[in-house]
């Protein structure tokens, strides 16, 4: 009855632990972007032999968040996961100015991400891999639609997890994930330089290649099928109605890590589904 119970409350816990997580994702995916382009700055004026003037320190925890408007400090009470935004019916206590849904719809998709994954696989490690996988996807999803990158610092380590994670087969057999690593990266080279060479143009980033090979440590090579197939179509659905419906331009670059993310959501759940369901279509 125990072990009963804490299994139904897991997926409860792990949604309401979800909430939180997202909370810290969304400064993630505000802060991350900015913290590689600082590097970068002081990168290239170490090249040049030029100093660049000391700034203000900015990581994942310095400076405090506050109002863009107005840059009222958020206090501890105004930064409670869903609620605060609820209480403050989306205004900055202090201006009033908007602020954007995005942050608590953020908050509810890592916690719906982290029900889900309770209740699919239980109590366990692969819950706990489960979790830290979707919640990463959700943070590469939304930084390259921010700005165009899939930053290393997170997709390198994703790959080494997954390949851990699999070292007792969690979720693929170790040499599988090894492979689809591999495999993954090696599938969006090639055509990444097919592309080039045909039109010379660069049709995608190696952030790209990097996440095809995390999502290849952690579901083994025969999900990557699935997954470009996934990723593909529904890049190609978006993209055509954001020409169409949009006015989208054709030469401004439409990001394709949200496409994999996804894929890689609907590969973890249901991808022996839906390879059984293709072979079985094949004959």
């Known amino acids: 009855m125990h072990v009963l119970v804490r299994a139904e409350f897991f997926p409860i816990t792990l949604g309401l632990m979800g909430l939180l997580v997202g909370s810290f994702l969304n400064v993630v995916i505000h802060r991350l972007p900015r913290?590689?382009?600082?590097?970068?700055?002081?990168?290239c004026a170490e090249l040049q032999g030029e100093t660049l003037s000391e700034e203000e320190p900015f990581n994942l925890a310095t400076p405090r968040s506050r109002c863009p408007h107005c840059g009222h400090l958020i206090t501890a009470l105004e930064n409670i996961p869903v609620i605060s935004y609820l209480f403050l019916r989306g205004k900055c206590k202090s201006c009033r100015a908007p602020i954007s849904p995005r942050y608590p719809l953020i908050e509810l998709a890592a916690a719906v991400l982290g029900a889900a994954a309770a209740w699919h696989f239980g109590p366990g490690w692969q819950a706990a891999g489960a979790v830290l996988f979707l919640w990463a996807l959700l943070a590469l999803a939304m930084i390259d639609l921010d700005t165009h990158l899939l930053p290393d610092s997170i997709t390198l380590p994703l790959i080494w997890l997954g390949l851990l994670f699999n070292l007792s087969g969690q979720f693929a057999p170790l040499s599988q994930a090894v492979i689809g690593a591999v495999a993954g990266y090696l599938a969006l080279w090639s055509v990444y330089w097919a592309f080039k060479?045909?039109?010379?143009?660069?049709?995608?980033?190696?952030?790209d290649f990097k996440l095809l090979a995390?999502?290849?440590?952690?579901?083994?090579?025969?999900?990557?099928?699935?997954?470009?197939?996934?990723s593909s179509l529904v890049g190609a659905l978006v993209g055509i109605g954001l020409i169409v419906f949009a006015r989208h331009g054709r030469d401004v670059p439409i990001p394709f890590g949200p496409y994999l993310a996804l894929?890689?959501?609907?590969?973890?759940?249901?991808?022996?589904?839906?390879?059984?369901?293709?072979?079985?279509?094949?004959?």
């Open 35 to 43: 913290m590689l382009q600082r590097e970068w700055r002081v990168q």
């Open 197 to 207: 060479l045909a039109t010379g143009k660069e049709g995608m980033g190696y952030g």
């Open 214 to 230: 995390a999502l290849g440590a952690w579901l083994g090579w025969p999900m990557l099928p699935a997954i470009v197939l996934i």
């Open 263 to 283: 894929a890689g959501v609907i590969a973890l759940f249901w991808g022996n589904d839906l390879n059984h369901l293709y072979l079985s279509a094949i004959g």
